[in-house]
DNA sequence: TTCCTTTCGATTATCGATAATGTATGGCTG
DNA sequence: CAGCCATACATTATCGATAATCGAAAGGAA
């Protein structure tokens, strides 16, 4: 049997999803509308679940949505990409003070993702590489235990993927890759502290690739 | 004439808006349940703005929702507070350097909060003191000009509310004002890092008031 | 009694239809 | 021809009703 089980998830989660794929995926581009109704027709449901999913990405900041008019995929401009890439600085400096010993775990884990861009840089696939260097990140703050500042840190990701998606050209993979091995290092031979000390500003120097398309 | 203009805002936000105060207000306790069609005949609206309002609130982390059973205020447990307030350090302690020169608007600023948070120690006001509270990190953050952060701020916000409206009695003010002259005097005297440093650390010392709650 | 099953009441999830609103079109007027 | 108004259209916002689902209460068997 290919089904297991029956499909278990409301139409409202569903649609979601389905949404949230579009987007990253670059099928739904910034700037694009989202009727209702025509959402609705394509996936064989009603105007309400996808109305509801919607307001759902509405809140999550993935679209903007005018009263009576619609809404359509969020515009992020310069100003509000370097606006998030603080905001990521700002959790995963503070996450890094939090790791608990042993950081074993963590480094071998951070070497893992190291692995995967390198690979990635090889085969050029910058999408495995934003996902690579994504996971990189993310151990960092998932390593502190604090389920929220995880939680915070997810919800700028689906906005950093999009991004990535729109402006994957412009970004040279290895000089990218090279930030990160000496965080790893400084890890691995001085502690948190000084791993914290290196993270900060890590963004900052990324800022330049965004130049083009601003 | 007492209306200067009509009600120009949809049914959702309306009922969203009363959940919120409701919320904040402790009229809707950690626990309650909320169910769409009792406020909906209450509101004098159908079920599906409230349903819609509901949702908002569930994606923002105030409610809790299963499915086909409904919805219910978030319950916070000590973990989940401690975490929160971790993440709020985070966030303040690098807006701080990222506060742009000069310091002078932001420190008197400061100032008035602090006078408003006296003020209400007198008074022995709790809710006002609160919000002094809450005014005086805010605005912290408010001055690194980040919007993205600021919002991440504020989603964390009402969280903090709904509990200290729980808890307000184990609170004693005049300890908890005593910790934010010193984070001022630092600003004004040695600049951003001085003052970074001084509220790192800041949010642990609060940890023991929610002790007796857990 | 205790456990399992069934039924019932309550609530959410979804639907189809209608009202409200904003935008674009085309004609009228000067 | 330019500017303005009215109309038509597209889309969202809201509604009332129905279907799906869950949890608790009732009933029966071991």
């Known amino acids: 049997m290919a089904q297991t089980t029956v499909v278990r998830q409301s139409l409202k989660d569903q649609v979601k999803s389905i949404l949230i794929d579009r987007l990253i995926s670059g099928d739904l581009a910034p700037g694009d509308r989202i009727k209702e109704l025509q959402v609705a027709r394509e996936l064989g449901t009603s105007q309400a679940p ?18 009576h008019v619609g809404a359509m995929v969020r515009v992020f401009n310069k100003g509000e990409i370097e606006e998030a890439y603080e905001v990521r600085e700002a959790l995963e400096v ?16 951070l070497d893992k993702h190291l692995d995967e861009m390198r ?8 999408r495995m590489f934003t996902q690579a260097d994504n996971a990189f990140h993310r151990s960092i703050v998932a390593y502190c235990g604090n389920a ?10 689906v906005q950093m993927q999009v991004i990535a998606t729109l402006i994957k050209a412009s970004m040279p993979l290895d000089e990218v890759y090279s930030l990160h091995p000496p965080i790893v290092e400084a890890f691995r ?9 290196l993270l900060r500003g890590h963004y900052t120097m990324l800022g330049g690739y965004w130049e083009s398309t601003a």
Not at 50 to 65: D, K, M, Q, S
């Open 94 to 109: 503070h996450s890094i003070s939090l790791v608990r010993e042993p950081l074993d775990a963590l480094v071998s884990e």
């Open 148 to 157: 929220t500042m995880l939680a915070m840190w997810d919800s700028l990701k």
């Open 189 to 197: 031979k001085h502690g948190r502290e000084r791993a914290s000390v």
């Open 50 to 67: 996808v109305r509801e999913a919607i307001r759902c990405l509405e809140t999550l900041g993935y679209v903007e949505h005018i009263p």
């Open 119 to 126: 690979a990635a840089t090889r085969k050029r696939n910058i």
